[in-house]
């Protein structure tokens, strides 16, 4: 079993702000940081999962200050991002300066949850670079990494296994923004690709993704896919996650150690943190 916390998009040294749903708060990380440590040092989790977008801009210095923050009593395991991308020597100052944050000193890799395993595959965003990320939004795999995750889940496919990525694989619908389009849609050929892993290997029960700073949670037959909110974002809000042999569980929790300034929040987006449908399931399998 592995019960893990999973928070996403907290774009550490963000300034000014750029996208966010909600208003944001990366400055004060230092606090909103704290409950996710109470939690590691209670033993409530075996270790963090970082969504993507750890990082505002790739720098010495954020990644630096990001090390420091998430410096927890339980490994955190991190999902690159496309901002943790801006810059062509990127992925080499991420396992230079943190390589904390990665397993065998690798952007893709898989944490071993003893009878369940997760897979961290990095999509990629630049055609014709690698972990690089300019301006395009052209979101797609390599085919080595493809290769890689295959052989991967053919050796675990008698196992539990989640899959995450940075950019979801199913748009924000209709249904949950009040909006007459979906919101942060994406290509079909992406998500086929990423289905149809989980057609050949009906072990994978479900994907974790960042990137569009909303919860979703999409169930299937063949999984359940889930989307989080920015965790540096009112009203500060992350996930625990429990996947075992037979069951996989999501629940949305919102920061409840006060802090000492006062976040605003914008009801015009409530749809932002979802209903619950979109916070929590629990699947047996």
């Not at 909600?22 to 969504?51: C, N, R, S, T």
């Not at 997760?118 to 014709?128: A, D, K, S, T």
């Not at 694989?169 to 998500?191: A, R």
Request: aromatic fraction near 12%; proline fraction near 6%; include cysteine.
């Amino acid at each position: 079993m592995a019960k893990f916390l999973f928070l996403t998009d907290t774009h550490i040294g963000a300034s000014p702000i750029g996208f966010h749903q909600q208003p944001a708060y990366p400055e004060h990380m230092e606090q909103l940081i704290q409950e996710i440590k109470k939690l590691a040092e209670q033993g409530e989790i075996d270790f963090v999962l970082h969504g993507g977008d750890m990082v505002d801009k790739c720098t010495e210095e954020t990644l630096k200050e990001a090390a420091r923050l998430f410096d927890l009593p339980v490994p955190v395991y991190l999902s690159l991002g496309n901002h943790d991308l801006d810059c062509e020597d990127a992925l080499d100052k991420w396992l230079r300066i943190t390589p904390q944050f990665f397993i065998g000193n690798k952007p893709q890799y898989t944490i071993d949850g003893g009878d369940c395993f997760i897979h961290v595959v990095p999509n990629q965003w630049e055609p014709g670079y690698s972990y690089y990320w300019k301006s395009a939004q052209d979101v797609f795999f390599e085919e080595d990494q493809l290769l890689q995750l295959d052989s991967a889940l053919e050796k675990y496919r008698h196992q539990p296994q989640l899959l995450s990525i940075h950019n979801p694989i199913y748009g924000v619908p209709m249904e949950q923004s009040g909006k007459d389009q979906i919101i942060h849609g994406v290509s079909d050929e992406f998500s086929k690709l990423v289905l149809g892993r989980l057609s050949r290997f009906p072990s994978i029960k479900g994907v974790l993704s960042g990137h569009n700073h909303i919860n979703t949670l999409k169930q299937t037959e063949q999984g359940v896919f889930v989307t989080g909110s920015a965790f540096s974002e009112t009203p500060f809000e992350y996930k625990i996650v429990e996947l075992t042999q037979h069951s996989l569980s999501v629940e949305t929790r919102t920061l409840s150690i006060p802090v000492s300034f006062e976040p605003v929040y914008n009801e015009e987006k409530s749809y932002v943190q979802g209903q619950e449908q979109h916070r929590a399931c629990t699947w047996r399998f």
